[in-house]
T-cell receptor
Framework: GAVVSQHPSWVICKSGTSVKIECRSL??????MFWYRQFPKQSLMLMAT?????????EQGVEKDKFLINHASLTLSTLTVTSAHPEDSSFYIC?????????FGPGTRLTVT | KDQVFQPSTVASSEGAVVEIFCNHS??????FFWYLHFPGCAPRLLVK?????QQGRYNMTYERFSSSLLILQVREADAAVYYC??????????FGKGTTLSVSS
């Protein structure tokens, strides 16, 4: 299966700052990447679908101006949490794949103080 | 609304066979996926498909709108969160809320 990496694995930032999370597909040309968020004791929830070379599509209730997604190449998608607030503290995880199977990155733990 | 349902917790004893049930209301979804997730790590695909299948100690039953994950000879190290998911062709997976498995010795 595809190998997906994320960077950073964890980050602590102050309220009001922006944080960028990278998702890389190491051995797979990822036309589409998916970004999920998991709050404590809750399920993985799809935030947005990132499409290479075009705008991302966001799930209902996810602010596109707050969670900026860039997918400029077939191996890299970035999620930028702008003006982060403590309620944005969560586990962010990306995935990619084809044929119905998804390969996940190890996730990024974001803590906003 | 497209949703996937599974129990929040399941408890078992070492050596037993554990069953985690899942059903969905997702239109045009034919495949089930079962993932194992340890906090802080990438979810790991255990078994998937649109028919009963087996991968090592993991068995998957299949009905059109439901599936069960069977873990054979369960161990304490199997204690984790198990996610059931399904999708329509070409779209992101829709996950259930996860089932936390506890295993007692």
């Amino acid at each position: 299966g595809a190998v997906v990496s994320q960077h950073p694995s964890w980050v602590i930032c102050k309220s009001g700052t922006s944080v960028k999370i990278e998702c890389r597909s190491l051995d797979f040309q990822a036309t589409t990447m998916f970004w999920y968020r998991q709050f404590p004791k809750q399920s993985l929830m799809l935030m947005a679908t990132s499409n290479e070379g075009s705008k991302a599509t966001y799930e209902q209730g996810v602010e596109k101006d707050k969670f900026l997604i860039n997918h400029a190449s077939l191996t890299l998608s970035t999620l930028t949490v702008t003006s982060a607030h403590p309620e944005d503290s969560s586990f962010y995880i990306c995935s990619t794949g084809t044929g119905g199977e998804q390969y996940f990155g190890p996730g990024t733990r974001l803590t906003v103080t | 609304k497209d949703q996937v349902f599974q129990p929040s917790t399941v408890a078992s004893s070492e050596g037993a066979v554990v069953e985690i049930f899942c059903n969905h209301s997702v239109s045009n979804a034919y495949n089930f996926f079962w993932y194992l997730h340890f906090p802080g790590c990438a979810p790991r695909l255990l078994v998937k498909g649109s028919k009963p299948s087996q991968q090592g100690r993991y068995n998957m039953t299949y009905e059109r709108f439901s599936s069960s994950l069977l873990i054979l000879q369960v161990r304490e190290a199997d204690a984790a969160v198990y996610y059931c998911a399904c999708n329509q062709a070409g779209t992101a997976l829709i996950f259930g809320k996860g089932t936390t498995l506890s295993v007692s010795s």
